[in-house]
């Protein structure tokens, strides 16, 4: 835990502050793929993250989520293959629980802030070999 200049730890309060610049990234098992987690509730499964895919990298195939997922593009040309639909700086993008979507292709270096409001798939998927990666 944190503590604040008083010495007394920072999860007393409501507000929390996070310097994501200050924060490593962490890799994931399909190559390309990283993430910082910002927030997570371990009751819902929701969370809060930011992920960065390499130019070339992707989810290599059509999947669907067990929550809603959210994503706001900050850098970069992310693209949903089947569809064209591509995200770019300032792009929101919606995906319904249950949606099939997928593949997608980052066609160079791109950051997006994904959310979910609950547990991401409703299964592992095949290109993660870490199951802590589908969280």
């Known amino acids: 835990m944190v ?19 200050e924060l490593d990234w962490a890799d994931k098992t399909l190559a390309g793929l990283s993430h ?11 969370s809060i993250s930011l992920i960065r895919f390499r130019q070339g990298a992707g989810i290599p195939l059509r999947h669907s989520h067990a ?4 994503m706001f593009c900050l850098s970069g040309r992310y693209t949903y293959v089947p569809t064209g639909l591509t995200l770019t700086p300032g792009a929101f993008y919606w995906n319904p629980k249950g949606s099939l979507h997928g593949p997608t292709l ?10 979910y409001d609950g547990p991401h798939y409703p299964t592992q998927p095949q290109w993660y070999t870490d199951p802590a990666d589908a969280r």
Do not use: M
């Open 3 to 21: 503590a604040g200049p008083d010495g007394l730890v920072l999860a007393r309060f409501r507000e929390i502050l996070l310097q994501t610049d």
């Open 36 to 46: 910082k987690a910002l927030w997570r509730d371990e009751q819902t499964e929701a």
């Open 67 to 70: 929550s809603n997922q959210f």
């Open 106 to 115: 980052a066609e160079e270096e791109s950051v997006l802030l994904e959310i």
